[in-house]
């Protein structure tokens, strides 16, 4: 059983930056495909991004703004989300997929966090 805990979430304006952390214990981390994904009030859950055997996945939503990262001696995957935007506020969630040879769907990620809320005023 692996546990996921996000943090680093808060309420940034516009064009901010934020670190989020997702600390993960319980399980071999190293062999996990691990991703973040987030929901807006009234909206489905969506994909941001996900690391699988060293290759990381953005959402085009994301992409160039956005930088994931992992540190196996921590069991901690990160996510840097710079220039951000009134549409990046979100519950953000990570999540954790057992090893396979292609990006898994939402669906198939085991073990989910309890998401940290991101908020970016305009």
């Known amino acids: 059983q692996v546990q996921l805990v996000e943090s680093g979430g808060g309420l940034v304006q516009a064009g901010g930056s934020l670190r989020l952390s997702c600390a993960a214990s319980?399980?071999?981390?190293?062999?996990?495909?691990l991703g973040w994904f987030r929901q807006a009030p009234g909206k489905e859950r969506e994909f941001v991004a996900g690391?699988?055997?060293?290759?990381?996945n953005y959402a085009d939503s994301v992409k160039g703004r956005f930088t994931m990262s992992r540190d196996n001696v921590k069991n901690t995957v990160f996510l840097q989300m710079n220039s951000l935007k009134p549409e990046d506020t979100a519950v953000y969630y990570c999540?954790?997929?057992?090893?396979?040879?292609?990006?898994?769907?939402?669906?198939?990620?085991?073990?989910w966090g309890q998401g940290t809320q991101v908020t970016v005023s305009s």
């Open positions: 319980g399980g071999a981390f190293v062999t996990y495909i």
């Open positions: 999540a954790a997929a057992p090893s396979r040879a292609t990006w898994p769907r939402s669906y198939e990620y085991d073990y």
């Open positions: 690391i699988r055997s060293g290759t990381i």
